[in-house]
Each structure stands twice: as C-alpha cells, then as structure tokens.
C-alpha cells in the first residue's frame, strides 16, 4: 500500500506541473532593484493548481513584463530569457533562449545559456525582475574633514558635506552584468534594496574617491569651495567619469549627485578671515588710513592723560618719532596724474601717463592689452605721405596700411556767384571758373597737422619749422 501511496503522489506532481500559470512583477518602487517574479494566483481559493512544483514554471506560461523592467527567467542558475519589452509573453520550454531587449552586445548573450532537459523540470526555475528606473536617495557625507584646494584663497580648505546620489541600470545588457555580479544567487534569494548594495562600503568608497577627484578638477578650474554648488552638473559629469568603468562593469551608472550644505571647520574660518585682512591690509591706502587712526586715537588719549595732557603729549611725540618710522617704510600713495591733448591727437605732458592709448571700446590703457575688453594695442605706421596712424587707414590721405591708395575724391557741388549749382570746373550758366579749394597745411618735417589746417601758426610748435608752400597738403 504504501508504494501504491507513493506513485499516487508521484502522478499527482506530475500532473500538477501541467498547470499553466501567470507569472507577473510585485510593486517595485524606486527603493527596489531586484524582486522575484509572482504567480498571480499563488495561494488563492480561485486557483486550482494546488501540487505544482514552486520552483519550476510550467511550459506554456504567461510572463508580464511592465515598462522600466527587465525580466530574467533562469534556469538551474543561468538565464535563459531576457526582456524589457512591456508585454505578455508564453513560455515554451522546448525553444532556444530568447532575447527581446532591442539591442544586446554579444559578451552579453554568451552570458545566456539554455537546459531544457526534454521539457521536464531540472531543479529550480524562477522569473526574476530588474528595475530599470532612476534609483535616487543613496546618502553619503564626510565622516571628517577633507582638502579642498582653494584657488582663490590660494591656499587648502577643509570641508565637510553631505548629500544624495541617484545610480541606474539603463539596458537589459547592464541588467545581465547586474544580476551575475551583484545579486544574491539561491532560490529563495530574496528581494533587493538599494540600501542593501550601499551597505557594502566598497562601493561608497568608490565613489567617495571620485568625487574627490572630480572636486580637485573643479579646483583647477578656478572654481572656489563656495561655487561648487553651483557646479553640480558639472561635478556630476567628472565623478560619472570617474566610476564609470567600474560601476559599468557591474551593471550600473551614476546618473546625478544632490549636495547638501558645505560647511568649512572652525579652524578654516578663522584662516580665511586672517587672510582676507591681510589681504585687505597690504594695499598702501589702508595701511595709512589704519595708521592715521591710530595716531588720532593717540592723540584723544594724551588730552586725558591722567598725568597731566603735557606728559601725555610728550609720550605722543616720541610715538610719532616711531610711527614716522613706520610710515616712511610704506609705499608712496599712488599720484594722481592728468592728461593733457598733444598735436596729433596724442595725450602727454609733464603729468601723462608714458604710452597711453585709447581703445575702440573707449577704455584708457596703458599695456599691450585693453583691461576692458582685451584688444590688443594697434600698432602706430607711417603711410607714404608722413602721416603717422593706429588705425587701417591714414587720417590725413585715406590711403589704407597696405598702401592702397585713397580712393579719388567725388567731385562736390560748388554754387557760382551767380547762383547756378554746378559739379564741372565752370559755371554752366555763366561760364566763372570753379573757386580754387581753400589751402591746407601739414608740417613736412614731423608730420604735425594743425587744429585748423587752412589757418596754419607760423612755425611748427612740434619741430620749429616755419609753414611755408612746401607744407601744402
């Protein structure tokens, strides 16, 4: 009896595992990443598939598979199956291992393999599935100070901060990657978290160092500790760099990093503050103004000297004896310099500024380079009738640097004394010659131009030379 007991219970397994049924993904939220596939009707009164095997899934099952999702079937430890096509999906047992993930590299598929063992059940089949959203909320922070590098301050900042990072796994290929180097393996393998990845401090340390890299970049750049949030696109890129290959390797990315409040340490801020006073106090003016106040606070207290104001003045004297000292040894203030216009459009003078030139923006300069918008100096040439200029052409010709020379004149209307408008040399209606153009003057030693070239001086203020016919221009 008990062997017929026996086959009794070995048919009914038998045909329990005839039983088709739907296989669909629990609620997976963004906390989530890996969660065993369900049977919809698993230990409900409405199924009455109550002997099939729990880890072998009966051939012609329906798999759901939901949007954002990898499913994964496997079989005896290998995977079998992969999708991430939203859809229905029936299981044949008896087929090669499908793929409908769009695009797979081949290092992914060799991962894949297929035991059918005839269509009957080995020793554990399940349907697994992988999230394929943004995971966010992974926190991280310095448990201590670290450097920062400042480059304005020129000098090492220590900081402390904390803040979120958000990682995925995009595609089916870095979902295979996933599942054979991070998973737990098992049957009964039970669902994973995102805390439960980051529980591994090799991981945080991973990224801990990138960011670090990427802040030390960011320092280089110029950027100072109080513009890094500002910066979090860019310092997200650099750490992405930074883990790529290792985090791709096993199966997922860092998509962006959410930084809290930097603080800096007592002892930083007490630097800082030390060096923007000492900052402030080398420039002369400063350093004369805390002087003077010094001396006036001085004077105030020899006035109530206790002693007597005498006695008080006579410590002051030899004070200022001292400060003189003191004084003598600080930059002279900047002078206070005025331009005067020169002959030629030049400005000097006893009071200007030696190689001074204007830029085209307006600015005043006095180096290679405008301190406004950073054009270079033009550079002075001397066209073929003496004229010096700056500019692409002769103020005095026309003629352009290259020597091309200035385009003819266009013949002006004149108006004859009689009237008449005219552009020849003669009066059309009263046949009087054109009036000879009002002469002009030019120096022909040095080249100076007059303020009113047809009412020239009688000498030359630049070179002395008298202005004669020879000065026609």
Request: charged residues 20%; glycine residues 12%.
């Amino acid at each position: 009896m008990g062997l017929i007991k026996a086959a009794i219970g070995a048919l009914s397994g038998t045909l329990g595992d005839t039983w088709k049924e739907a296989i669909h993904c629990p609620a997976i939220g963004n906390d989530v990443v890996v969660v065993n596939g369900e049977k919809m009707h698993n230990g409900s009164n409405r199924s009455s598939n109550t002997k099939g095997t729990d880890n072998y899934i009966s051939n012609g099952s329906a798999i759901m598979v939901e949007e954002n999702t990898c499913m994964l079937t496997i079989d005896n430890g290998k995977i079998t199956n992969v999708v991430t096509e939203p859809g229905r999906y029936i299981l044949d047992n008896s087929s090669a291992p499908s793929i409908f993930a769009g695009q797979i590299k081949d290092s992914a598929k060799e991962l894949i393999s297929r035991f059918t063992y005839g269509g009957t059940p080995s020793t554990e089949q399940r349907v697994i599935y992988i999230n394929l959203q943004k995971l966010p909320g992974i926190k991280f922070g310095t448990g201590t100070s670290v450097p920062y590098p400042d480059p304005r301050y020129n000098t090492t900042v220590d900081l402390r901060f904390y803040g979120t990072f958000e990682i995925q796994i995009p595609d089916a290929e870095y979902a295979v990657k996933f599942y054979n180097e991070v998973v737990n393996k098992g049957v009964n393998a039970p669902q994973i978290y995102v805390s439960d990845i980051f529980k591994n401090e090799q991981y945080k340390n991973e990224f801990m160092q990138s960011l670090m890299v990427a802040l030390n970049m960011l320092a280089g750049e110029g950027y100072s500790y109080n513009q890094i949030t500002s910066q979090l696109n860019n310092l997200t890129e650099k750490t992405k760099a930074e883990t790529a290959t290792n985090w791709a390797a096993r199966g997922f990315t860092l998509t962006y990093i959410g930084l809290g409040p930097i603080t800096i340490s007592d002892e930083t801020k007490e630097l800082l503050k030390d060096r923007l006073k000492a900052d402030t106090m080398l420039g002369g003016d400063v350093q004369r103004a805390v002087m003077t106040g010094a001396v006036a606070r001085g004077i105030e207290a020899a006035g109530s000297n206790e002693n007597g104001a005498m006695m008080g003045f006579m410590g002051m004297n030899m004070a200022m004896n001292a400060g003189n000292g003191v004084l003598g040894g600080m930059a002279p203030p900047p002078q206070q310099t005025t331009t005067y216009p020169q002959p030629g459009g030049g400005t000097g003078g006893a009071a200007g500024s030696a190689g001074g030139w204007k830029c085209a923006c307006g600015a005043t300069n006095t180096g290679a380079f405008c301190s406004s918008c950073g054009a270079k100096k033009p550079e002075a040439w001397v066209c073929s009738c003496g004229a010096s200029n700056t500019g692409k052409f002769c103020q005095n010709c026309g003629a352009s640097k290259e020597g091309t020379p200035a385009p003819a004149p266009v013949a002006a209307d004149w108006t004859c004394e009689c009237g008449t408008t005219n552009k020849g040399k003669f009066c059309q209606n009263c046949g009087k010659a054109k009036p000879a153009a009002p002469k002009k003057y030019k120096c022909d030693k040095c080249g100076w131009t007059p303020a009113d070239p047809e009412n020239p001086p009688k000498f030359c203020p630049e070179c002395g030379d008298p202005f004669n016919e020879s000065d026609l221009v």
